[in-house]
């Protein structure tokens, strides 16, 4: 990654306080909630990773 480049990508919005972020880095998606950040967990708790 260049040091210009963002490490996370906003990957979906809803509403002004609610979106997924995506890190670019290690896969992994974040909740950021009402000024709040938390990895994203599936149906089984674990966290959701996206392919790179």
């Known amino acids: 990654m260049k040091k210009d480049e963002k490490r996370f990508k906003v990957i979906y919005t809803q509403g002004a306080m609610t979106c997924i972020l995506f890190d670019k880095i290690t896969g992994i998606?974040?909740?950021f909630y009402n000024g709040g950040l938390t990895p994203l967990l599936d149906s089984n708790g674990?966290?959701?990773?996206?392919?790179?």
């Open 29 to 31: 998606n974040y909740l």
């Open 46 to 52: 674990n966290v959701v990773i996206s392919k790179k």
